[in-house]
């Protein structure tokens, strides 16, 4: 049954386009696949056994911890992005781990050793592999970006209009949000206080451009946000 699943999530990712049926079934023999619950931990950036993860379902935060023990979310993991040690290096210091955002999640990876030795064998997989990391140091960059240059409010505004965007259901210009933050997840997100992004969120729900809860967010009209 995995094995099953393994090949038909691997044969759709985009990573793999340039990849033959022979050469995905190589690939399954190589990769692993797991699933996991609400809370676990998964990934370690100490591990003695470094790996490259492919998400195929749910969502999962990676955790950046500083030298005094505190934490910071890197990055929101959604279904088809990778992370692990997506530099192909073990950088033991970096200290950061990834933890299940909901209730269940699926993810395919690889040994580091065996990942590199595919690309070099593979140098159309090289490529595509160097183009779709690059698009995520972009992103990173333009995240930094908006935490060096814009205050609370418009980062917080910021993350939920491009949250809609990439995982809102949509109807004209209303967009629904399945909601698997807290607000302190929310508050590491923006590196602000618990305390401000719940006032911010609140001060959006008392202007009627968003409605919060739990288990979703709902906002009316994204263009009045």
Same mark, same amino acid.
């Given at each position: 049954? =995995?094995?099953?699943?393994?090949?038909? /999530?691997?044969?759709?990712?985009?990573?793999?386009?340039?990849?033959?049926?022979?050469?995905?079934?190589?690939?399954?023999?190589?990769?692993?696949?797991?699933?996991?619950?609400?809370?676990e931990?998964? /990934?370690?950036?100490?591990?003695?056994?470094?790996?490259?993860?492919?998400?195929?379902?749910?969502?999962?935060?990676?955790?950046?911890?500083?030298?005094?023990?505190?934490?910071?979310?890197?990055?929101?993991?959604q279904?088809?992005?990778?992370?692990?040690?997506?530099?192909?290096?073990?950088?033991?210091?970096?200290?950061?781990?990834? !933890?299940?955002?909901?209730?269940?999640?699926?993810?395919?990876?690889?040994?580091?050793?065996?990942?590199?030795?595919?690309?070099?064998?593979?140098?159309?997989?090289?490529?595509?592999?160097?183009?779709?990391?690059?698009?995520?140091?972009?992103?990173?960059?333009?995240?930094?970006?908006?935490?060096?240059?814009?205050?609370?409010?418009?980062?917080?505004?910021?993350?939920?209009k491009?949250?809609?965007?990439?995982?809102?259901?949509?109807?004209? !210009?209303? =967009?629904?949000?399945?909601? /698997?933050?807290?607000?302190?997840?929310?508050?590491?997100?923006?590196?602000?206080?618990?305390?401000?992004?719940?006032?911010?969120?609140?001060?959006?729900?008392?202007?009627?451009?968003?409605? =919060?809860?739990?288990?979703?967010i709902?906002i009316?009209?994204?263009?009045?946000?």
């Open positions: 049954m =995995y094995d099953e699943l393994k090949y038909w /999530y691997l044969r759709d990712h985009k990573l793999f386009l340039t990849l033959n049926m022979s050469q995905i079934k190589q690939l399954c023999i190589i990769s692993g696949f797991k699933t996991a619950k609400k809370g931990v998964i /990934y370690f950036s100490s591990s003695d056994l470094p790996r490259i993860y492919l998400l195929k379902k749910g969502n999962i935060k990676i955790v950046s911890v500083d030298e005094e023990g505190n934490e910071t979310i890197k990055e929101i993991i279904k088809g992005d990778l992370f692990g040690e997506l530099s192909l290096e073990n950088d033991g210091d970096v200290n950061e781990y990834a !933890k299940v955002l909901t209730d269940e999640v699926s993810i395919c990876s690889f040994l580091l050793s065996d990942f590199e030795d595919l690309l070099v064998r593979n140098p159309s997989l090289a490529l595509s592999y160097t183009k779709f990391v690059g698009l995520k140091m972009k992103r990173f960059k333009n995240n930094y970006s908006n935490l060096v240059s814009k205050d609370a409010r418009t980062r917080l505004i910021s993350f939920i491009d949250w809609a965007e990439r995982e809102g259901i949509q109807e004209g !210009k209303k =967009y629904t949000i399945s909601n /698997y933050l807290t607000q302190t997840d929310i508050a590491q997100i923006i590196c602000t206080s618990r305390q401000t992004a719940t006032l911010l969120l609140n001060e959006l729900e008392e202007k009627n451009l968003i409605y =919060y809860n739990r288990k979703e709902t009316e009209d994204i263009s009045k946000l």
